[in-house]
């Protein structure tokens, strides 16, 4: 059986990190993009943000990727692979920044053998 766990954060694709630095202030970095790069250096084995073509958010309309135009709701997946105990650490670390975000955790059991 594989230890490996993973961890998927949905949020809307408009959601902002908290403000850590001067310029912050002025534009607060994606939390899509923050959360990636917290996990980056709390060395989670493997992270990754998904395009989204269509979906919706808990109590929010439909919403639909376009190029050109994209709703603020419009849902963004952020999947981060790694043990269980690590996981739940990170979860724990960040607790504050994701206060907003639906976070769902799957145990990947895979056969040893065939």
Sequence with gaps: MSELTALRLYFPISAKAKATRFWHHLSAPALAHHLLAVARRAGIQQ???HHIDAGYLAGEKLSVHHLEISSMR???CLELIDTE????????????????????????ELPLET
């Design 74 to 76: 419009h849902p963004h």
């Design 47 to 49: 992270a990754m943000l």
């Design 85 to 108: 105990k690590h996981l739940r650490k990170y979860l724990h670390d960040h607790a504050e920044e994701l206060q907003k975000v639906r976070a769902v955790l799957f145990k990947c």
